[in-house]
Antibody, heavy 115, light 110 residues
Framework: EVQLVESGGGLVQPGGSLRLSCAASGFTFSSYEMNWVRQAPGKGLEWVSYISSSGSTIYYADSVKGRFTISRDNAKNSLYLQMNSLRAEDTAVYYC????????WGQGTLVTVSS | QLVLTQSPSASASLGASVKLTCTLSSGHSSYAIAWHQQQPEKGPRYLMKLNSDGSHSKGDGIPDRFSGSSSGAERYLTISSLQSEDEADYYCQTWGTDVVFGGGTKLTVL
């Protein structure tokens, strides 16, 4: 059974940093491209970032470019999102999802940016 | 620019059928999409991949009541024999350089 389990969310002050993790199991993680997708309270789904299976290709939404960094460790079956210079508008549930035409979703981790 | 357009809301009666629409932007009518369901207070759930020719492949455990079809730039999700648990937000999704989501359709089961 495919499982994606996010962790690392929490409350952080504006301007702060947070690192999200996504632990994958039940499939060959190293063969799959991965995404981070977020959902602000009461809003729709918003794609945040993409990383290819090898990690060689990376894309970001304009809203997070220069502040967020996606990475992966295929040996650990793990996906990461380093979030810096956080803003109130980054408050959302963050999901890891795979592949580009998403078939697998995690359960999400809540990030709250507030003073 | 690749854009997916969905109506914000839809409603249908218990036991009836409903057809939700997702429209691809001009020049992208050949793109496949995915449909996802998000029940209240839950995470998204993959329903199916839908190709431009109307062929579709559903996720594990998705009931036969859910089906997909296509016409030009339109991608449809039909839910028949509506049940109360079908009340949810439905999102279409595709990808070009970036991953793109439609704005979602909130389905109310009357």
């Amino acid at each position: 059974e495919v499982q994606l389990v996010e962790s690392g969310g929490g409350l952080v002050q504006p301007g702060g940093s947070l690192r999200l993790s996504c632990a994958a199991s039940g499939f060959t993680f190293s063969s799959y491209e991965m995404n981070w997708v977020r959902q602000a309270p009461g809003k729709g789904l918003e794609w945040v970032s993409y990383i290819s299976s090898s990690g060689s290709t990376i894309y970001y939404a304009d809203s997070v470019k220069g502040r967020f960094t996606i990475s992966r460790d295929n040996a650990k079956n793990s996906l990461y999102l380093q979030m810096n210079s956080l803003r109130a508008e980054d408050t959302a549930v963050y999901y890891c999802a795979s592949p580009k035409l998403v078939r697998f979703w995690g359960q999400g981790t809540l990030v709250t940016v507030s003073s | 620019q690749l854009v997916l357009t969905q109506s914000p809301s839809a409603s249908a009666s218990l036991g009836a059928s409903v057809k939700l629409t997702c429209t691809l932007s001009s020049g992208h009518s050949s793109y496949a999409i995915a449909w996802h369901q998000q029940q209240p207070e839950k995470g998204p759930r993959y329903l199916m991949k839908l190709n431009s020719d109307g062929s579709h492949s559903k996720g594990d455990g998705i009931p036969d009541r859910f089906s997909g079809s296509s016409s030009g730039a339109e991608r449809y999700l039909t839910i028949s024999s509506l049940q109360s648990e079908d009340e949810a937000d439905y999102y279409c999704q595709t990808w070009g350089t970036d991953v793109v989501f439609g704005g979602g359709t909130k389905l109310t089961v009357l």
